[in-house]
Nanobody, 121 residues
Framework: QVQLVESGGGLVQAGGSLRLSCAASRSFNSRNAMGWYRQAPGKQRELVAALSSSSSTKYADSVKGRFTISRDNAKNTVYLQMNSLKPEDTAVYYC???????????????WGQGTQVTVSS
């Protein structure tokens, strides 16, 4: 069983940047796809970015051009670089170890505990 631990959240002003990290408790196969989700108060959890084993990426329209997902297999870590942050990016961010099926990211039951991102206006 994979355990995922997110870090890097915090309070930032609009226009600022943050880099989230998701560390896996054991070596995850480079064939694992990884995803970042977020959940704002009163809203459903939504997929923000996903990274396939072949390094192809998918992003929510709301973050395209601002967020970048990447991984470092040697460190068992996945990152989410967030630039030009907006107040509407405020949410708890979660990472997930899932898979791609027909070019769609399918989450697994392996979730981290989440990290809070708050963007002030």
């Amino acid at each position: 069983q994979v355990q995922l631990v997110e870090s890097g959240g915090g309070l930032v002003q609009a226009g600022g940047s943050l880099r989230l990290s998701c560390a896996a408790s054991r070596s995850f196969n480079s064939r694992n796809a990884m995803g970042w989700y977020r959940q704002a108060p009163g809203k459903q959890r939504e997929l923000v970015a996903a990274l396939s084993s072949s390094s192809s990426t998918k992003y929510a329209d709301s973050v395209k051009g601002r967020f970048t997902i990447s991984r470092d297999n040697a460190k068992n870590t996945v990152y989410l670089q967030m630039n030009s942050l907006k107040p509407e990016d405020t949410a708890v961010y979660y990472c997930n170890a899932g898979r791609f099926f027909s070019n769609v990211y399918v989450p697994s039951d392996f979730w981290g505990q989440g990290t809070q991102v708050t963007v002030s206006s």
